[in-house]
């Protein structure tokens, strides 16, 4: 039923209670981002499926995370159920087809598709931070570490790396603090212990190399359907602070490495970041300011961002504000903050004078949704109550057989699936640590003169080798000194010392016994 440059999302209600009128996202305002809301179970995974599939089907890539797995069907064709065909009827979608879409699986730890790594280098101490829950002591420790990585040409790669490189901020804390400032070991102690921490939380599967390359996630097919890229998300939700850290730094590369495009007439990438309240979960002011930054700025590189959330106070409103289309599902009004909720979602939406937007959130049923998309010169439609469109790919999750033969099939198969360890901050600390022990013995070589500080001719330090009485050239030659000779130095130290009638007698005796051996 949508147009070229529009996607189908349903079809709302008429006063009659017919659905007849259809609600749709034009492409020209896909990258004004947007928001899905509502209740556990009242379809926010089917209208997210949906919206990727209208996407994908107009050539636009698309990047979602399958929490609980059931996003995954979206690679396998649909099939018929008398609940879905009966919505198609409802809304009028004829001829109903089923269709399979070009998914690429990843997973941060390798198990359920590729992985995706970054280094410790382009996830910055300020994620770092928000990844780890530094204070703001520790993370002017850390800020300190990248300067000196940056100055030393130190390649910070994966946590080895930055493990290293705090121990040897620790070491030369002194010399440091003089310029940065002050510099505890207690500091770098806490930022290792949550090094440690998020090792053992997976972490260490995230940091190294191969490092995703943006364009892998934009890939389109030769049939120019974009593709679907889906992260596996049920084992990372066991570590929410490094889901939410993750998909912030992907907003944020998204964000440094594509160009300026203004306002295209499709969006280059849609991103669609489920279980959105993680983000914002006592995430310091820095990082509040940091999305609404990248949301408001991405949107003239061509990304639109959609947030995927139970209840809309889950995202601040510096954000909210930003968000142009809007799909609200079913909300329960039994907690003051749960009315405040509604109230809330239906502030946000224009007006329709033929119900009551607050009323009717609570009256949802499930699939159904109070739409607001923007229309033409970018002006929010008026809301409507819609029943979203049915999916054509499958409904729920797909078995591990599939998911295998697919990651085997996937476009970036063997790109990623080995780690590489190249030279980096720990090798390189490691080498200079050697150097400075072998440059220090070295010293204490040359300050004992390789064996008992005299040369004396004849008295065995310049004897020569005693493999056959001959100098092999393995052995080292005796070096040539200007330094006096034993008995001068004897008899100028003992001078030096003497001080008594004692020590001048002993030096006539001395020089006595010597004029008789001459």
């Known amino acids: 039923m949508a147009q070229d440059d529009s996607i189908f999302i349903g079809a709302s209600r008429k006063p009659d209670d017919s659905y007849q009128r259809p609600e749709e996202l034009l492409l020209k305002y896909g990258n004004r981002h947007g928001l899905v809301t509502g209740a556990t179970g009242t379809g926010k995974t089917v209208t997210l499926q949906i919206l990727a599939e209208g996407f994908s089907n107009?050539?636009?890539?698309?990047?979602?995370?399958?929490?609980?797995?059931?996003?995954?069907?979206?690679?396998?064709?649909?099939?018929?159920?008398?609940?879905?065909?009966?919505?198609?009827?409802?809304?009028?979608?004829?001829?109903?087809?089923?269709?399979?879409?070009?998914?690429?699986?990843?997973?941060?730890?390798?198990?359920?598709?590729?992985?995706?790594?970054?280094?410790?280098?382009?996830?910055?101490?300020?994620?770092?931070?928000?990844?780890?829950?530094?204070?703001?002591?520790?993370?002017?420790?850390?800020?300190?570490?990248?300067?000196?990585?940056?100055?030393?040409?130190?390649?910070?790669?994966?946590?080895?790396?930055?493990?290293?490189?705090?121990?040897?901020?620790?070491?030369?804390?002194?010399?440091?603090?003089?310029?940065?400032?002050?510099?505890?070991?207690?500091?770098?102690?806490?930022?290792?212990?949550?090094?440690?921490?998020?090792?053992?939380?997976?972490?260490?599967?995230?940091?190294?190399?191969?490092?995703?390359?943006?364009?892998?996630?934009?890939?389109?097919?030769?049939?120019?359907?974009?593709?679907?890229?889906?992260?596996?998300?049920?084992?990372?939700?066991?570590?929410?602070?490094?889901?939410?850290?993750?998909?912030?730094?992907?907003?944020?590369?998204?964000?440094?490495?594509?160009?300026?495009?203004?306002?295209?007439?499709?969006?280059?990438?849609?991103?669609?970041?489920?279980?959105?309240?993680?983000?914002?979960?006592?995430?310091?002011?820095?990082?509040?300011?940091?999305?609404?930054?990248?949301?408001?700025?991405?949107?003239?590189?061509?990304?639109?961002?959609?947030?995927?959330?139970?209840?809309?106070?889950?995202?601040?409103?510096?954000?909210?504000?930003q968000l142009g289309n809007r799909v609200q599902h079913a909300l329960r009004a039994y907690t003051p903050r749960e009315q405040k909720a509604v109230k809330t979602a239906a502030d946000t939406f224009r007006p329709n004078p033929d119900f009551d937007c607050a009323k009717a959130i609570t009256q949802l049923g499930t699939g159904e949704a109070l739409v607001s998309t923007l229309e033409a010169k970018g002006v929010p439609s008026m809301v409507q109550r819609t029943l979203i469109r049915p999916p054509a790919s499958r409904l729920g999750p797909i078995t591990p057989q599939e998911r295998q033969k697919l990651i085997n099939e996937s476009p970036v198969a063997g790109q990623y699936d080995e780690t590489v360890d190249r030279e980096s901050a720990f090798e390189m600390l490691q080498k200079k640590a050697l150097d400075a022990q072998k440059a220090q013995q070295e010293a204490q070589q040359a300050n004992t003169g390789g064996g008992g500080g005299w040369t004396i001719p004849g008295f065995g330090n310049d004897a020569p080798p005693a493999s056959g009485g001959r100098n092999t050239g393995n052995a080292p030659r005796p070096r040539t000194s200007n330094r006096q000779t034993v008995t001068e130095a004897a008899l100028k130290s003992v001078v030096r010392s003497v001080g008594s009638s004692v020590g001048r007698a002993l030096v006539r005796g001395i020089l006595g016994s010597l004029k008789k051996g001459f």
């Open 58 to 321: 107009a050539g636009v890539p698309v990047f979602c995370a399958d929490i609980k797995g059931d996003l995954s069907g979206i690679a396998m064709m649909g099939e018929a159920k008398d609940f879905l065909t009966a919505r198609a009827q409802a809304i009028k979608l004829d001829p109903y087809e089923f269709q399979e879409f070009p998914v690429i699986f990843w997973d941060l730890f390798g198990e359920q598709g590729h992985p995706i790594r970054a280094t410790v280098s382009e996830m910055g101490p300020l994620l770092l931070s928000r990844l780890m829950n530094l204070t703001d002591a520790q993370e002017g420790v850390l800020n300190i570490a990248f300067r000196i990585a940056d100055e030393e040409g130190l390649l910070l790669l994966d946590m080895k790396d930055l493990q290293s490189l705090l121990a040897n901020i620790a070491d030369r804390a002194e010399e440091i603090g003089a310029r940065y400032g002050n510099v505890t070991r207690p500091s770098v102690g806490a930022i290792q212990r949550s090094l440690l921490v998020l090792e053992q939380q997976g972490g260490n599967h995230f940091f190294g190399e191969p490092a995703l390359k943006i364009a892998d996630i934009m890939r389109t097919t030769r049939d120019g359907r974009g593709a679907i890229n889906v992260l596996a998300a049920d084992k990372l939700m066991m570590n929410p602070r490094l889901y939410a850290t993750f998909l912030l730094w992907l907003l944020s590369e998204l964000f440094e490495v594509l160009p300026e495009i203004g306002d295209p007439d499709k969006p280059k990438l849609v991103f669609f970041f489920d279980e959105a309240h993680l983000l914002f979960d006592e995430a310091p002011k820095i990082v509040v300011d940091r999305v609404e930054q990248v949301v408001r700025l991405i949107r003239s590189k061509g990304v639109g961002v959609y947030f995927v959330t139970q209840n809309p106070l889950d995202v601040p409103e510096t954000v909210l504000a």
